[in-house]
């Protein structure tokens, strides 16, 4: 089965601090996504990548960022954190057709 | 612009009866589309695909979905809903750009089955 991982199910930070969220999945993926889930808006893309040290700028990049150092592994980044970034994140690994899904991260920003 | 919409928040259903999750989408060219499922503090899962072929696909946990080209819709429907079936369920579709792709999702539909 492929798995994806995430760091952290839940995770609570000040307002201004630098927030990493980790991402690795099992199955050589080429593809990476990371979304925000909230409530009535559904999920949407943050970024992505289709390579290692590969990224595009999904639907709501402003306030992230991300790396892809290798294959395996994609990490979302908030350079400084905001509370309108309170959120569930969810990573999820593609290589064509279906993605598969981490279980999340709720993040609370103080 | 390519999109989804799932017209409904919230679809109430008893044990047993038929349940239908509407979704309508909106793209240029063939349209690749997804269901995926969420059950409570969970990731999402994936329960069947629309690529080609026949217009009934078959997915896991029961489940099917009808692509209509004509009424652009692709709703997700089982015969006799389960209490497990109780969950958030997204319709999405692949968007093509710049030599990858993206997914565009719903806003998902609630589905509560009640015994």
């Known amino acids: 089965d492929v798995k994806v991982t995430q760091s952290s199910r839940y995770l609570v930070k000040r307002t201004g601090e630098k927030v990493f969220l980790e991402c690795v999945q099992d199955?050589?993926?080429?593809?990476m996504f990371w979304y925000r889930q909230d409530p009535g808006l559904g999920l949407r893309l943050i970024y992505f990548?289709?390579?290692?040290?590969?990224?595009e700028k999904g639907d709501i990049p402003e306030g992230y960022s991300v790396s892809r150092e290798k294959k395996e592994r994609f990490s979302l980044i908030l350079e400084s954190a905001s509370t309108n970034q309170t959120s569930m994140y969810l990573c999820?690994?593609?290589?064509?057709?279906?993605?598969?899904f981490g279980p999340g991260t709720r993040l609370t920003v103080t | 612009a390519q999109s989804v919409a799932q017209p409904e928040d919230q679809v109430n259903v008893a044990e047993g009866n038929p349940l239908t999750v509407k979704c309508t989408y909106s793209?240029?060219?063939?349209?690749?589309l997804f269901w995926y499922v969420q059950y409570p503090n969970r990731g999402l899962q994936f329960l069947l695909k629309?690529?080609?072929?026949?217009?009934l696909v078959k997915g896991s946990y029961g489940f099917e979905a009808e692509f209509n080209k004509s009424q652009t819709s692709f709703h997700l429907k089982k015969p006799s809903a389960l209490v497990s079936d109780s969950a958030l369920y997204f319709c999405?579709?692949?968007?093509?750009?710049?030599?990858?792709?993206?997914?565009?999702f719903g806003t998902g539909t609630r589905l509560k089955v009640l015994a």
């Open positions: 999405a579709v692949i968007r093509a750009t710049s030599g990858t792709y993206k997914y565009i």
């Open positions: 629309y690529i080609t072929g026949d217009n």
């Open positions: 199955m050589d993926h080429e593809n």
């Open positions: 999820a690994s593609s290589s064509r057709g279906e993605q598969y």
């Open positions: 793209v240029s060219g063939n349209p690749y």
């Open positions: 990548s289709y390579d290692v040290k590969m990224k």
